[in-house]
């Protein structure tokens, strides 16, 4: 493990909550796919009830969707390792052993 790995354990709790999230995003989106377009469909049958129906399926089922994204971007987040920082200073690139620029 290196300086920017992040430890085992944060490892698999990322993978869990990638798991978790995904699941959660895969399933109530179609879901959600689904019942939009079935009410866009009826909406040809019933045009007022169109606007009220898709904010019922935002709310239902939008906002479990948007929580199961950023599980799994938390989760992403966490297996990443950390960015390196840099001790030197970098504005100077020279060739001579003088480091003169």
Do not use: N
């Amino acid at each position: 493990m290196t300086a920017g790995e992040p430890s085992p354990e944060l490892k698999f709790i990322g993978g869990a909550l990638m798991a978790v999230g995904g699941l959660i995003a895969a399933l109530c989106g179609t879901c959600t796919v689904i019942f939009a377009g079935a009410s866009i469909m009826d909406s040809f049958r019933h045009p007022g009830d169109l606007p009220s129906i898709l904010l019922l399926v935002g709310a239902v089922g939008g906002l479990p969707t948007l929580i199961g994204v950023l599980l799994f971007r938390w989760g992403r987040r966490l297996r990443r390792p950390t960015a390196p920082t840099r001790g030197g200073d970098l504005a100077v690139f020279s060739d001579d052993a003088g480091g003169k620029p």
